[in-house]
């Protein structure tokens, strides 16, 4: 390809770009993976390489959306510990899946999970008012919750592209909280499970040092333009570009 043959600086340049891009969609839904996965590709990087090195290298991105939504994330402290569990165990299962097991048949299906995360954010609303009767304090809602985040988290660690949109999905229906506190969520969420991942892709080796270490920096950058960019926008707005982007990421993973 021709990004393989350009020159180290112009590599690294391209890099700093993708990373750019992908933490301000990551700031804003998720989906960033979509950026930096195809440039590393397009670089010579392997594919193996290039889905741990992405992993690695995105999670700045959500520093950005953490601090712009630090109000909401501290009331929350509770429900965030007993997430936690989770994230961890769903976000280690799904590297081993990736690391050890054949990835045909998940990789198959990851385009029917983004669709149907953004089918379900779609449809929140209508499902929450359909839902209104049982208390949120009910433990199928609880259960529900815990049982889609850890889901979410498996598909975290293997591959992670829109894994915003699906925790916002589960989320949105288990939850009974406005759009920002349910971003701050995902924010913080995603750094999670993402950064399980990574500490698992550090010690297993594979990266694209190179890749990384540029990405880090685009993506912490791109994360805090695309946070001020999400607290500018109305909460109507904000679902519509969700499930625009969902809807794309999900036809980009069939076409593809």
């Known amino acids: 390809m021709f990004a393989a043959s350009l020159p180290l600086f112009w590599r690294l340049f391209v890099f700093l770009l993708a990373g750019i891009g992908a933490g301000v969609a990551n700031g804003v839904a998720g989906g960033g993976t979509f950026i930096t996965f195809p440039t590393l590709l397009a670089t010579g990087i392997q594919a193996l390489q290039a889905n741990v090195s992405t992993s690695v290298g995105v999670l700045p991105s959500y520093v950005g959306g953490i601090s712009g939504f630090r109000r909401q994330i501290a009331s929350h402290a509770k429900l965030i510990r007993s997430l936690l569990p989770s994230c961890l165990l769903g976000a280690s299962l799904g590297c081993v899946l990736l690391l050890s097991a054949s990835p045909g048949t998940f990789r198959a299906v990851v385009p029917w999970l983004i669709g149907a995360g953004t089918l379900l954010f779609a449809m929140a609303p209508t499902i929450t008012k359909r839902l209104a009767h049982i208390d949120h304090a009910h433990p199928s809602r609880r259960w529900t919750l815990y049982i889609g985040v850890f889901a979410a988290s498996i598909y975290g660690g293997y591959f992670g592209a829109g894994l915003g949109i699906l925790l916002l999905a589960v989320m949105a229906i288990t939850l009974p909280f406005e759009m920002p506190e349910l971003q701050g969520l995902r924010n913080l969420l995603s750094l999670i499970i993402n950064s399980c991942a990574a500490i698992i892709f550090i010690f297993r080796g594979h990266l694209a ?25 109305s909460p109507r707005a904000v679902r519509i570009l969700i499930i625009l982007i969902g809807a794309a990421t999900t036809i980009r993973l069939a076409w593809n």
């Open 209 to 233: 040092l190179d890749a990384v270490y540029m990405l880090l920096v685009g993506t912490l950058i791109g994360g805090w333009l695309g946070t001020s960019l999400i607290q500018r926008l």
